[in-house]
């Protein structure tokens, strides 16, 4: 299906890092954008910072909260007409062993980083099918593909957040809904900076390429996913721009 221009994009974590990067790109691309995030402060500032590139919505929002996604996406719907591509960054990543994790930590950690994403899907796939299509890009992690010391809980999530796109690639589909997964490599993010100096390091070592990434590193596969004809083959995939420390 071809993607109508300027399309509606809903972005989730959009106030900061690869989120921002890539609702930076789609403003460039003319797009309308609807912003949602819990950190109300930091969407304005992005918002602020694309003024008058495109038509812009801010939504404060909670991915794990169903009530919360449900209304958003409505809110989307009545504000821009539809949804056409839905970008589900947001996340949360904290390091520690399983040893010593809270079951709360590991609660948290799978409502926001895959129950979210369940979230976003469940209530703006209808309306994408109504419209006759849509793209969803879902931002898994490299993590998810080969795990990660401390990380347990956020490698547990993005496992699942790259078998749920390829199970609801296969129902979306037939309704001209492309459902892919993008796996970045560490990226300097705020997320990442959170994470121990020795962590990084050793990561730092294991990648062929020497470095992370930069979130408008991750932008254009993005782009890619939503674009018309370039995305059009791409169903349930996951691409990895991650500075080669996996390959599939
Ligand atoms: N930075 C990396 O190295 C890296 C690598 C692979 C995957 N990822 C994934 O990329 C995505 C973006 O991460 P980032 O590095 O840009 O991190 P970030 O911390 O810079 O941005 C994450 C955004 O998600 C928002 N958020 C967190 N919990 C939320 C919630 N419950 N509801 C709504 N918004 C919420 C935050 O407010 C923040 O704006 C995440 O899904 C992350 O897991 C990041």
Request: proline share 6%.
């Amino acid at each position: 299906m071809s993607t109508p221009h300027p399309r509606t994009v809903l972005i989730t974590g959009a106030a900061s890092g690869i989120g921002a990067a890539i609702a930076e790109a789609f403003a460039r691309e003319g797009d309308r954008l609807a912003l949602a995030d819990r950190d109300t402060e930091r969407l304005r500032a992005l918002a602020e910072r694309l003024q008058g590139a495109a038509a812009v919505t801010l939504h404060p929002l909670d991915v794990a909260d169903a009530d919360q996604v449900e209304r958003t996406v409505e809110e989307v719907v009545r504000a821009h007409g539809g949804v056409d591509v839905l970008v589900n960054s947001a996340g949360i990543l904290t390091e520690v062993p399983l040893t010593e994790m809270d079951p709360g930590v590991w609660d948290e950690t799978i409502a926001v980083d895959l129950r979210g994403v369940f979230l976003s899907c469940r209530y703006a796939l209808p309306h994408m099918i109504g419209r006759g299509g849509g793209r969803i890009v879902n931002i898994a992690s490299q993590l998810g593909q080969k795990g990660g010391e401390g990380l347990t809980h956020y490698s547990a999530a993005k496992a699942g957040v790259i078998g749920f796109t390829k199970a609801l690639a296969r129902e979306a589909a037939p309704h001209n809904v492309l459902v892919n997964a993008i796996a970045p490599g560490p990226v300097e993010t705020p997320m990442v900076d959170g994470l121990s100096s020795d962590w990084k390091r050793a990561k730092r070592a294991e990648l062929p390429l020497g470095r992370f990434g930069r979130p408008e590193e991750i932008a254009p596969t993005v782009l890619l996913l939503a674009s018309d004809p370039g995305g059009n083959l791409y169903v349930g995939q996951t691409l990895g721009p991650n500075s080669g420390d996996v390959m599939v």
